[in-house]
């Protein structure tokens, strides 16, 4: 069984500050891990993944998250945060051979201040 | 290009009622077609899943069936509503295993 901890259901930061959403996993079996952001009133966009290649993955709109295994991580990381980044975001995790079922975190909710 | 249409928007139903929303995908064929939903505080729930028509899958026991009566279109149904099927419901497709999901807009159902 497969699961994902999203800690902090909202986070708020000042625009041009570092952006930092936590994602632990849990999996029995190697994962493929994925990001994926909902801006409001939109559909839930892929943002990036990681499928056992490099374990720092950069995605779109200049995020990217690291996969350590030995904390069992999946951080996503912005260095500077934008206004247009608010949304939610969320940590999924599936096995690798699993198809695209993928187990959801409970999301957070990103806040960009001025 | 490809595009997913996923209706209605919202809706409100009473206790009891019948369900039917829909999802087609136009833009590619054989896609594999998916319904998750997220209930308030909760992550996206996988539903069901369909690699080809008539080809269900449900992952949790519910009140809930799908249908796939074309190759592009996925029926999320109820016979009668709980106040528990309330949530927001997202229907997604991929071109295969392993490929990313590509998600439709949603519709919040509120059961009252």
């Known amino acids: 069984a497969q699961s994902v901890t999203q800690l902090g259901s909202h986070v708020s930061v000042s625009e041009g500050a570092l952006v930092l959403l936590r994602c632990n996993y849990s999996s029995s079996v190697p994962p493929y891990l994925f990001w994926y952001v909902q801006y409001p009133n939109q559909g839930l966009q892929l943002l990036l993944k990681?499928?056992?290649?490099?374990?720092l993955v950069k995605g779109i709109n200049g995020f990217e998250a690291e996969f350590k295994k030995s904390e069992t991580s999946f951080h996503l990381t912005k260095p500077s945060a934008h206004m247009s980044d608010a949304a939610e975001y969320f940590c999924a995790v599936s096995d690798m051979g699993g198809g695209n079922k993928l187990t959801f975190g409970t999301g957070t909710q990103l806040k960009v201040e001025l | 290009s490809q595009t997913i249409h996923q209706w209605p928007a919202t809706l409100v139903q009473p206790v009891g009622s019948p369900l039917s929303l829909e999802c087609t995908v136009e833009?590619?064929?054989?896609?594999?077609l998916y319904w998750y939903r997220q209930a308030a505080g909760r992550g996206l729930q996988l539903l069901f899943y369909?690699?080809?028509?008539?080809?269900i899958s449900s992952e949790v026991p519910q009140n809930l069936s799908a249908s796939r009566p074309q190759d592009r279109q996925f029926i999320l149904s109820s016979k009668k509503l709980l106040l528990s099927d309330s949530g927001f419901y997202l229907c997604a497709w991929s071109q295969g295993q392993n490929e990313k999901l590509f998600f439709g807009s949603g519709t919040q159902l509120s059961v009252l």
């Open positions: 369909s690699v080809g028509i008539g080809q």
């Open positions: 833009g590619t064929s054989n896609p594999n």
């Open positions: 990681y499928t056992s290649a490099a374990t």
